[in-house]
């Protein structure tokens, strides 16, 4: 937690590396499939679907990655 705040007040007292910040925010808002929404959607929807079979199918509950 104290990394985090550090972070938050160096984002809050430092106009240029908040730029930064956005920035590569910005930039991967292109490139990331989690801003993606149609993909993420998609993929959350697969994950839940297939632990749904495995319920029904009564299978061990085991970890799932989207």
Known sequence: MEEYEKIANKIVSDPVY???IKNKL??????????????????LESG???IFENYKNKKP???FEI
């Open 18 to 20: 908040f730029e930064e």
């Open 26 to 43: 910005n930039e991967n808002l292109l490139k990331t499939p989690l801003y993606n929404s149609k993909l993420f959607t998609k993929n």
């Open 48 to 50: 839940y679907e297939k």
């Open 61 to 63: 509950i085991k970890n």
